[in-house]
């Protein structure tokens, strides 16, 4: 299976901030590179697509980038709906695979 | 707006069979791929397995020898057979549409729709 890595595994950042979430992949994947937001009680999100393709509704605050083993998710400045757990999830081999998730709380 | 409704008994015995459903309404099951997913108390998410609307499978190696998919194209549903659980079983359980991007020439894929997951739990 692919292992996917991210980090950090928890973040308090402010409204306003700009916040940085990155995503390791233990074999190249190409840009099969998924992120997920998922609220507690909530069922994931998918945010972003193919590495950088922003999801249809999603707010232009969030990025993606990155290709082969390392990725990021970057959110412009953190809005107070933000706060939530983010998850990176390659579509490149099967299994599917997540990484272990990212949470994201208020400072 | 395509919606995903699961059901199916919150409590399951050991070594019994856990037996879901996901109904779809909204949209047709027709020409996706639709994946159960699921959640432990506190953990991360597991893919466990998806179907085509034909009926072809593809599951998790970790899960493959108790896992069963199945699609009921004439109810919009889908359904999970898990056998033998254990407590390591317990988890929310999600179905979601895999959903088929373009971009630049080259197919991806994401689960754009899931449903509000259900809670099974694995206990006598």
């Known amino acids: 299976d692919t292992q996917m890595t991210q980090s950090p595994s928890s973040l308090s950042a402010s409204v306003g901030d700009r916040v940085t979430i990155t995503c390791r992949a233990s074999q190249r994947i190409s840009s099969y590179l998924n992120w997920y937001q998922q609220k507690p009680g909530k069922a994931p999100k998918l945010l972003i697509y193919?590495?950088?393709n922003l999801q249809s509704g999603v707010p232009s605050r969030f990025s993606g980038s990155g290709s082969g083993t390392d990725f990021t998710l970057t959110i412009s400045s953190l809005q107070p709906e933000d706060f939530a757990t983010y998850y990176c999830?390659?579509?490149?081999?099967?299994?599917?695979?997540f990484g272990q998730g990212t949470e994201l709380e208020i400072k | 707006q395509v919606q995903l409704q699961e059901s199916g008994p919150g409590l399951v015995k050991p070594s019994e069979t856990l037996s879901l459903t996901c109904t779809v309404s909204g949209g047709s099951i027709s020409s996706y791929y639709w994946s159960w997913i699921r959640q432990p108390p506190g953990k991360g998410l597991e893919w466990i397995g998806y179907i085509y609307y034909s009926g072809s499978t593809n599951y998790n190696p970790s899960l493959k020898s108790r896992v069963t998919i199945s699609v009921d194209t004439s109810k919009n549903q889908v359904s999970l057979k898990l056998s033998s659980v254990t407590a390591a079983d317990t988890a929310v359980y999600y179905c979601?549409?895999?959903?088929?991007?373009?971009?630049?020439?080259?197919?991806?894929?994401?689960?754009?729709?899931w449903g509000q997951g259900t809670t099974v739990t694995v206990s006598s």
């Open positions: 999830q390659q579509s490149y081999s099967t299994p599917p695979t």
């Open positions: 193919a590495a950088s």
């Open positions: 979601a549409r895999d959903r088929g991007y373009y971009d630049s020439g080259t197919y991806y894929v994401g689960m754009d729709v």
